[in-house]
């Protein structure tokens, strides 16, 4: 089987994983009682949209009440997002969101129609995936340490592409200039595909991206990968040394994904999706479905999961002020 197929066939068995505990167990005293939303601030068929789907299933056969998630798009998520901060906090209604909806967005645009922090109350995070630095064939560096060689004697020789502005790609790209101290010239794409499809072309020589839309590219060798943005190596890509082991420490980027609430939804209801979530997250089966997706699990309480957001605003402020980008 190859990567991509294997990363394909990954997301699809977690599907089958929704309904892992058995019968819904004892339910906190009225709650749920009526079908709950999950709004994703994407378009359907994604990342995101999928594990909110899959997550929604698991949660729905646990508390007894349909999940029905709906999709509303627009202003790089902040529609969507800002319609669950709106919401009543009955614990009916929950955002499923990324890394940007939480610690990026609010430095992207001058304005948001909701507070990121006062608005929304973070309730569980279930997955990330990994930023890895893959460059073209055509690029002569076959390590981390040649290929910042190669851009410090060459600096702006180099076109790194993206899945457009404000992007993880795109922001991941700019903290490895900023930690590398080198110079690239930056072409953004609308979404990732367009983009490793001129990376294989070799129109544009660098991508900071996932390793699920590289995965087929990177097996048929008109890619090759460098190093991967994690604290450790990745389970599909062995071999691949993170940034830290191959010279370039503090090169750490992810899009994490996750469920939030309004503020002042009830810390009972949080509580318990949060258990429950971290209950499927952390199944052995879930965990192996997760690796042929190339995402990696996560799990936090409520509390750990606050204080995680907390340090990821203040990293990527740091990188939005350092990348000069504006999205209004």
């Not at 010279?247 to 318990?272: D, Q, Y």
């Not at 309480?301 to 204080?307: A, F, G, Y």
Request: aromatic share 6%; no cysteine; proline share 8%.
């Amino acid at each position: 089987m190859t990567l991509l197929a294997a990363g394909l066939s990954g997301l699809i068995a977690l599907a089958g994983l929704t309904t892992l505990g058995g019968s819904a167990s004892a339910q906190t005293p009225n709650w749920p009682t009526q079908p709950i939303r999950i709004v994703v601030p994407s378009a359907a068929g994604g990342t995101t949209d999928f594990l909110a789907r899959v997550s929604g299933e698991f949660l729905s056969s646990r508390l007894g009440q349909p999940v029905i998630v709906e999709n509303n798009t627009g202003a790089g998520g902040n529609v969507g997002t800002s319609m669950v901060a709106r919401a009543a906090p009955d614990g009916h209604t929950f955002g499923f969101i990324t890394t940007n909806n939480l610690a990026i967005n609010q430095f992207l645009f001058k304005t948001l129609p909701y507070d990121p922090i006062k608005d929304l109350t973070p309730v569980a995070i279930v997955a990330e995936a990994p930023q890895i630095l893959v460059v073209s064939k055509n690029v002569p560096a076959q390590t981390l340490k040649d290929f910042i060689a190669l851009l410090k004697a060459k600096p702006n020789s180099l076109n790194y592409a993206s899945a457009g502005v404000g992007t993880t790609p795109h922001l991941a790209a700019v903290q490895f200039m900023r930690l590398a101290d080198v110079q690239m010239t930056h072409v953004p794409y609308r979404g990732a595909a367009p983009a490793v499809t001129d990376l294989a072309s070799g129109q544009v020589e660098v991508l900071s991206v996932g390793a699920a839309p590289v995965a087929g590219v990177m097996e048929s060798g008109h890619v090759r990968a460098l190093a991967a943005a994690t604290k450790t190596r990745m389970p599909l890509l062995p071999n691949l040394p993170t940034a830290a082991e191959a010279g370039l420490p503090g090169f750490e980027s992810t899009t994490w994904f996750g469920l939030v609430a309004p503020a002042k939804t009830p810390a009972h209801i949080v509580a318990r999706v949060n258990g429950l979530l971290r209950e499927w997250v952390t199944d052995p089966k879930v965990k192996e479905r997760y690796d042929r997706a190339y995402l990696l699990p996560m799990s936090m309480s409520p509390d750990e999961l606050t204080k995680f957001v907390a340090d990821e605003v203040v990293k990527w402020e740091k990188i939005v002020a350092a990348a000069g980008v504006k999205m209004d």
